[in-house]
């Protein structure tokens, strides 16, 4: 794998810190809405940068403390938003697979005589397993 260069550490970061400013006006609107009648629980110092914070949903503040200050409505909204969600994760998935099984069929089983075509077919296959791998996380925590 090659290493990154300064100029893809600084966009990185720059896209992080779009990111951070992102969640906190989603934080600072979601409050207007929740009327800070509900403390929302801070992470638990994970290393990991996206775990570094907490958003105000339903699920993150808890089921009983959301009915209790009459929010229990956004608990059955924010459960529509994860099952479209995942249902979005599950289609892309079956894509990627239709798209990978067609990869080892037209590319790779094909390209036995030169090295080059077999590097091509390789690398396309290698980007549809990054792709499959994104869905697959992303149909997995919208289930969390």
Known sequence: MPVPTVTEHLNLDCCRTHLDNMMDEFSRKAAQYIMEKVIVQEADGKEDWQEEHTLPF?????????????????????????????????????????????????????AKHSQQQKSHAWDAVHQVNAALKLHTMIYCRSWK
């Open 58 to 110: 339903p699920s993150n503040i808890g089921a009983m403390q959301c009915r209790d200050t009459g929010l229990g409505y956004l608990l059955e909204q924010e459960l529509e938003l994860r099952q479209g969600q995942a249902n979005k994760a599950l289609h892309n998935i079956q894509v990627d697979l239709g798209h990978h099984s067609f990869l080892y069929q037209t590319s790779v089983r094909q």
